[in-house]
């Protein structure tokens, strides 16, 4: 049995562990001229928590920032410290039988490193079968169908095998096997085109006048596109993407030959800022929005004539907008258009659009059908070029929408502005 | 031998927008036809639309043909038209979106020279190209005169032939080429077949027999023959035969059935159009209904016949080779189509067992009245 004065010794030892353990613990205040951390250790945890499914590890307090290691153990101490992944760029060229994957390592941030990578196939857009490829950063799938679309995406492993991050969602259409022999039409050749234009934007190739694929952005804005079976010859390409609100960029051209048994690749397309203004006439003194879309998280430039350049940067979804005081402007018309910083490339110029500083405000009224889309149907295709060619020629047309440049009759400028205003 | 006269243009100090001719180094002969491609090089800047009107010396030079052949223009206006009795080649095209190129391929001409001398194609200064800047801002355009110096038909060179692709200006599926030509005496022959007509024969001699040249790609070739008497001479050339070749279909294509307040009184129509890569498109042709006939057209818009037996309509074109792409539309697809142009097979089926019914009981009829 223990003495009383040694029990009340234990009882004082237990009471004063209790209210120890009951703090937390505080180290000093980290600052610089940008920030303060007060008290920069969390509370301790008590416990993990787990089911079948998950684990959930509390942090537990730490007094510094910082990694030991040594022979036995590797140590990540400090606050808030959350390691970054940024998603990696697949592309996939389709081939005889197969396709020939390659994509981009992952960007990462604070220590974490990718191990190695799993390669998802699928016939349906979402649904993979994955296959771990180890560490590289090419891969070539076969045993594939010639003629059936298959899906897909890389998904990057830390070392311990834990997933980080996926990729884009790539396509590609294996073509048949070749027979040996051959020459002929060059039938089979492929092209790919990739690029950056808004955060799930739909993004439309027009091939020769006629839409040839579509395809949604992913959220980075990235896209790739192909084309397959192809005969040899030379092609006019447009590429132009529809932002959110349905406005369109102008359209990306490029011409390419073919040759065969060449698979092109066209990488670094950038599509155009989409624009919008809130008002097309803005009474003097009033703020005018000057708004649109592009890739996410980029320096925008917007230009308005005889005013110094603005510079804003797009949000994470590719929205980009400036509020323009009006009241140094003096009442007259002005041109605006925009371009982004991709990367290290610019972008093209955005539409130019008009407005004027007056003396009322008018919104700028929804069209009812844009330029050169004779039908209003809302595309400006063969079925407008057919209207066009109808009144080719005509002196102020039946219908007034062929004179496009509003000149009085239907030409060669007519003619150029539906080209370019050209949807496919 | 004969040498060409052949002023190309080179590229001008300016960064003019420059139309060129890739016609260099050819032999040109009285009688003898030859081919002419054109070229737009666009200087770092985007145009869509071109109207061009060369003016040729017609006393001397004849167009055979002149054709969109692989243009990169994919919208026409006015497709390459000529007048010999003018001496002009007049066409309106336009590329949807605009090109920015430094050979995008506008159209192809066959001359037939016709007499000795020289002979010039110059570009009218009518001619137009717009930029692609959505308000159709105008742009120069240069070209500097093509010459050609025709010679006599008598001193035509060395004749060759071809038992599989017998005319230089016929494009051909046969992707299998026989060559044929009859030397001389005591002379010596080096040849190429390639489809640069800037590659010339090397100065080894080859054997003189029939040559063959299998699984070729599509394209248009020359066969280049050089000769030199026996000993120490140099080569000349002797003679330059082209062969045309297209096995591959088409572009493929969907036409568009629409109808509009404004034109045609309102009444549907269809539109189509495509492209071919290689020899170009030389015609289309329509068929209204599943038992319709194959019609040429030249226009690529056409009014859908009030009447058609069958609910289709088909479009077929056909290559400068014959070879074919064929897209059908079905008329359904019209929103407001009456009900009796959408089920008027079934009215005539129906009408005809009516009539059958109604003959059968007549007949009847009659032979129990008259006893028949």
Not at chain 1, 387 to 399: E, S
């Amino acid at each position: 049995m223990l003495k009383k004065e040694t029990k009340k010794a234990i009882a004082l030892l237990m009471v004063a562990m209790a209210l120890l353990a009951s703090q937390s613990v505080f180290a000093t205040d980290y600052s610089s001229t940008n920030f303060t951390v007060k008290d920069p250790v969390i509370d301790e945890g008590t416990s993990s928590t787990s089911s079948a499914n998950f684990g959930l590890g509390q942090s537990i307090g730490q007094l510094g920032i910082g990694k030991s290691t040594s022979t036995n153990f590797q140590l990540w101490s400090g606050f808030q410290y959350f390691f970054k992944v940024n998603a990696n760029v697949l592309t996939a060229t389709p081939g005889a039988g197969q396709a020939s994957l390659s994509w981009t390592a992952p960007t990462t941030f604070l220590g974490i490193t990718v191990g190695s990578y799993e390669v998802g196939t699928g016939t349906i857009s979402g649904s993979y079968v994955f296959e771990n490829v180890g560490s590289v950063t090419t891969f070539i799938k076969s045993g594939l169908t010639a003629g059936t679309t298959y899906y897909f995406i890389i998904k990057a492993l830390s070392p311990g095998g834990n997933f980080l991050v996926f990729s884009n969602e790539a396509t590609a259409v294996p073509t048949a096997a070749g027979g040996g022999g051959g020459g002929g039409g060059g039938y089979g050749n492929q092209l790919t085109f990739n690029g950056i234009a808004y955060p799930n934007s739909l993004v439309t190739l027009v091939q020769d006048g006629t839409i040839a694929a579509t395809t949604t952005a992913a959220t980075s804005g990235y896209f790739s596109m192909g084309l397959n079976g192809l005969s040899n010859g030379t092609y006019n390409f447009s590429l132009y993407a529809a932002d959110s609100t349905g406005n369109l960029s102008p359209n990306l051209n490029t011409s390419r030959t073919i040759s065969s048994g060449v698979a092109v690749v066209v990488n670094d397309l950038i599509i155009a800022p989409t624009i919008h203004l809130s008002y097309s006439t803005i009474k003097q003194g009033e703020s005018l929005t000057i708004s649109g879309y592009t890739a996410p998280s980029v320096p925008v430039t917007i230009n308005i004539s005889g005013q110094a350049n603005v510079n804003v940067t797009s949000d994470a979804n590719g929205y980009y907008s400036y509020l323009l005081d009006t009241t140094a402007l003096i009442k007259a018309v002005y041109q605006v258009f925009s371009h982004a910083l991709v990367g290290s490339i610019n972008s093209p110029n955005s539409f130019t659009l008009s407005f004027e500083v007056g003396d009322t405000s008018v919104p700028t009224p929804s069209p009812e059908c844009k330029r050169s889309d004779l039908n209003c149907d809302g595309w400006v295709n063969l079925i407008d070029f057919s209207i066009l060619l109808y009144f080719w020629d005509d002196t102020n047309p039946f219908n007034p929408r062929a004179d496009i440049d509003k000149s009085g009759k239907v030409g060669l400028r007519d003619f150029s502005i539906m080209l370019y205003d050209w949807t496919g | 031998m004969l040498s060409v006269i052949c002023y190309l243009l080179s590229a001008t100090t300016a960064q003019a927008i420059t139309l060129y001719s890739g016609a260099a180094n050819q032999n040109v002969f009285v009688d003898h036809t030859f081919l002419v491609e054109w070229y737009l090089d666009t200087q770092d800047q985007e145009v869509n639309t071109l109207s061009l009107k060369l003016n040729f010396s017609n006393e001397n030079l004849e167009v055979i043909e002149a054709t969109p052949g692989n243009s990169g223009l994919n919208l026409w206006i006015k497709t390459p038209t000529f007048s010999n009795e003018k001496g002009t080649i007049e066409l309106i095209g336009g590329v949807t979106g605009g090109v920015n190129t430094k050979k995008l391929p506008i159209f192809r001409a066959v001359f037939k020279p016709i007499a000795e001398g020289e002979a010039k194609i110059v570009m009218d200064e009518t001619s137009t190209l717009l930029l692609s800047d959505g308000v159709g801002t105008e742009e120069k355009l240069t070209f500097n005169q093509l010459k050609f110096e025709i010679h006599p038909a008598d001193l035509a060179p060395i004749e060759i032939i071809s038992p599989t692709h017998p005319n230089p200006d016929h494009w051909y599926k046969q992707n299998k080429v026989l060559i044929e030509f009859l030397p001389k005496p005591n002379t010596e022959y080096s040849y190429g077949f390639s489809s640069n007509l800037e590659v010339f024969p090397d100065d080894v001699q080859d054997a003189v027999e029939d040559v063959i040249y299998e699984d070729l790609p599509d394209g248009i070739y020359y066969f280049k023959l050089n000769s030199k008497t026996v000993g120490p001479v140099p080569w000349e050339e002797a003679a330059v035969f082209r062969v045309q070749i297209d096995t591959t279909p088409p572009q493929e294509f969907q036409p568009y059935l629409a109808a509009d307040p404004s034109i045609f009184a309102g009444k549907p129509f269809i539109s189509f159009n495509t492209r071919d890569n290689i020899s170009g498109v030389d015609h289309y042709e329509v068929k209204f209904g599943g038992w319709g006939r194959w019609e040429k057209t030249a226009d690529s818009v056409l009014q859908v016949p009030g009447f058609i037996l069958g609910q289709t309509i088909s479009i077929k074109v056909v290559d400068a080779a014959g070879n074919e792409q064929i897209s059908t539309i079905n008329l359904n697809e019209l929103p407001n189509q009456g009900f009796f142009q959408k089920y008027i097979l079934w009215v005539i089926i129906i009408m005809a067992c009516i009539l059958a019914v109604f003959g059968y009981l007549l007949y009847r009829f009659l032979r129990k009245k008259y006893a028949i």
